[in-house]
């Protein structure tokens, strides 16, 4: 009897391991929540010029300001015209991006697509948040105070 004993009692411990890897594997290896790759190269260019923007030791008074920090960033000027519809973008100069207290939609509009694409505009709120807006939610959106929309 001692010696059933000592084989069941392996036995026990082995299969006790097999089951805890089992649902360890389970759990390990649930549904991952996909990541969300932007690929749009009009979104992706507003968010460089959002990045170029704030790394400006100051904000960029001008485009040839913007120009010098995104050439030290390696962003080619290219950039600065929208592949969506194919003008350069409105960017509104001398804005403190690093300032702001705003949040969501309060955040000002810092640069935005000329004519966009079929009734929407991708727009830059601050840094890094682009969207597309149609024109009339564009006309009624925050801009840096004393900023008036070009029509």
């Given at each position: 009897?001692?010696?059933?004993?000592?084989?069941?009692?392996?036995?026990?411990?082995?299969?006790?391991?097999?089951?805890?890897?089992?649902?360890?594997?389970?759990?390990?290896?649930?549904?991952?929540?996909?990541?969300?790759?932007?690929?749009?190269?009009?979104?992706?260019?507003?968010?460089?010029?959002?990045?170029?923007?704030?790394?400006?030791?100051?904000?960029?008074?001008?485009?040839?300001?913007?120009?010098?920090?995104?050439?030290?960033?390696?962003?080619?000027?290219?950039?600065?015209?929208?592949?969506?519809?194919?003008?350069?973008?409105?960017?509104?100069?001398?804005?403190?991006?690093?300032?702001?207290?705003?949040?969501?939609?309060q955040?000002?509009?810092?640069?935005?697509?000329?004519?966009g694409?079929?009734?929407?505009?991708y727009?830059?709120?601050?840094?890094?948040?682009?969207?597309?807006?149609?024109?009339?939610?564009?006309?009624?959106?925050?801009?840096?105070?004393?900023?008036k929309?070009?029509?």
């Amino acid at each position: 009897m001692n010696i059933l004993m000592l084989i069941k009692f392996p036995l026990w411990k082995f299969t006790l391991f097999i089951l805890f890897l089992f649902f360890t594997c389970l759990i390990g290896c649930g549904e991952e929540k996909p990541t969300m790759l932007i690929e749009d190269p009009t979104h992706l260019a507003l968010e460089k010029i959002g990045n170029a923007y704030i790394r400006a030791e100051k904000p960029p008074q001008n485009i040839n300001e913007l120009l010098t920090v995104m050439k030290m960033c390696n962003f080619p000027k290219e950039l600065l015209k929208s592949p969506n519809d194919g003008q350069e973008f409105v960017i509104v100069y001398g804005v403190n991006l690093r300032m702001l207290k705003a949040t969501g939609n309060q955040v000002p509009i810092v640069a935005f697509e000329k004519m966009g694409k079929d009734g929407k505009r991708y727009v830059l709120r601050g840094q890094s948040s682009v969207s597309q807006l149609s024109d009339s939610e564009l006309q009624t959106s925050k801009f840096p105070d004393g900023y008036k929309l070009p029509f």
